[in-house]
């Protein structure tokens, strides 16, 4: 209350003879100098503090479309070659269909290793494998090193391009492959895979990874299965750095072989990232011919002291990313799946980059899933982010229904540790 002056720094009790009073300043425009207050700090939370981002996108592919007077000369004149590329295509995957289907006809016990005349049979299938690398302009590949033995190392890890690398370690040493269990439902690509004994898992189900890592482990304990092969990043990259990996290669300490691949190239990406299956199909069709280099490393087992499976992946990851001399990121395929969820909710219309947020980091720092950080997204885009993905404060707080005042100014500078006036997905 004010006293009869209406003013609010008079005592409204005489002194009484003391020294001193208590007065209560009240002045709204005038804020502590600093930095700002943490709204959560009554909870125990200490500041928000994000690691900076990389300013890497694992997933782009360089060259989506055909650019430059050389390559648009390269592709009309190439054209012909490309419809004599997809008969011979056509042709290959035909007889390596008809093959394969007569090596497994009549098979029933499918949980043991594939007969040895069966095998043989599936090296027409091997053939024709080769064939169809040869129409995609593969016409040699480039190897450094060579293949461990089975028993030396049961288990393959490679990094993931492109969907080339699958056909050659099929034609190089037909392996047992850990696959989507989308894969299966492929016309003619579904039934040749069954002959690999393929282990479908389904990456969003705990059963099934439970699965896959136990067939894993039988797989690989018996000498008459093939090798076993693992794309421990679990999707497609440009190449130009390494994502985190997943542990089922690594789980049960079985010596591995990694293996790098690299696609060298100037004009053509040949990375299967934000491109299309078909756009890749022609521009590979209508190349003079694709580089491609297959380096097999070392053999690598965990150590004695240290028989776990994150520091057996961090080691495996380390080569092939020093091998590759690029770094290796805490991306994931959740981060993909943001990244093209992002582009529908925006309508194509958006910059990808402040969408990935290092999922594998983000699950082990604040156990996060993935699943979680889709229906985050939809908040997210429910603030209405501009093209470059950053949310102002009235964004921020009509999400929530909320109105401008001090304490909310507060919690919306709390989550923007840049402080520039926005906050981005990373920091929701």
């Known amino acids: 209350m004010a006293n009869s002056n209406g003013d609010l720094r008079t005592p409204l ?7 001193s009073d208590v007065i209560l300043d009240i002045d709204c425009e005038r804020r502590p100098a600093g930095p700002p207050e943490n709204p959560f700090e009554f909870l125990g939370a200490p500041p928000l503090a994000l690691p900076r981002p990389i300013p890497v996108d694992p997933f782009r592919n360089h060259t989506p479309s055909i650019a430059g007077g050389y390559e648009w000369f390269k ?14 295509f056509g042709l290959a995957l035909a007889v390596g269909f008809l093959a394969t289907k ?4 009549g098979w029933k016990d499918k949980q043991s290793p594939m007969p040895r005349w069966r095998s043989r049979i599936m090296w027409v299938t091997r053939i024709s494998a080769r064939c169809i690398l040869f129409t995609f302009g593969y016409h040699w590949i480039k190897r450094i090193g060579r293949p461990a033995s089975r028993e030396v190392a049961p288990i393959v890890v490679a990094n993931h391009i492109s969907y080339i690398e699958p056909i050659f370690f099929f034609y190089e040493l ?18 040749i895979i069954r002959a690999m004994q393929v282990i479908y898992v389904d990456r969003f189900s705990a059963p099934s990874r439970k699965h896959a890592v136990s067939e894993i482990k039988r797989k690989a304990s018996c000498n008459g299965f093939p090798h076993v092969l693992l794309f421990p990043e679990g999707t497609t990259t440009n190449g130009r750095s390494l994502i985190s990996f997943q ?3 690594f789980i049960h300490g079985f010596p591995l072989q990694p293996v790098v691949v690299r696609f060298p190239h100037v004009h053509f990406d040949q990375s299967w990232g934000n491109i299309s299956l078909m756009k890749l199909f022609f521009r590979m069709f209508t190349q003079f011919h694709n580089f491609m280099e297959v380096e097999y490393l070392p053999i690598i087992a965990p150590l004695e002291k240290q028989k776990n499976a994150v520091h057996f992946a961090e080691r495996t990851g380390y080569a092939m990313a020093s091998a590759l001399n690029v770094v290796q990121t805490s991306h994931s395929y959740g981060d993909l799946m943001l990244m093209t969820k992002a582009l529908e909710l925006a309508k194509d219309k958006c910059s990808t980059s402040n969408y990935m947020v290092e999922m594998a980091w983000v699950e082990s720092s604040f156990s996060i ?5 889709m229906e985050l997204l939809d908040r997210f885009f429910s603030m209405h982010p501009d093209s470059n993905g950053r949310v102002k404060i009235h964004g921020f707080l009509s999400a929530f229904g909320l109105g401008l005042c001090p304490l909310f100014e507060k919690i919306f500078g709390y989550f923007d540790v840049e402080k520039e006036g926005a906050i981005t997905f990373r920091q929701v």
């Open 369 to 373: 899933s993935t699943s979680e950080a």
């Open 75 to 88: 592709v009309v004149l190439c054209l012909p070659v490309a419809l004599a590329r997809l008969v011979l």
């Open 13 to 19: 009790l005489p002194g009484g003879g003391r020294d």
């Open 102 to 105: 007569l090596a497994l006809q």
């Open 247 to 249: 542990l089922g290669a």
């Open 174 to 191: 037909f392996p047992t492959i850990v696959a989507s269990e989308s894969h299966d439902a492929l016309p003619f690509v579904g039934t």
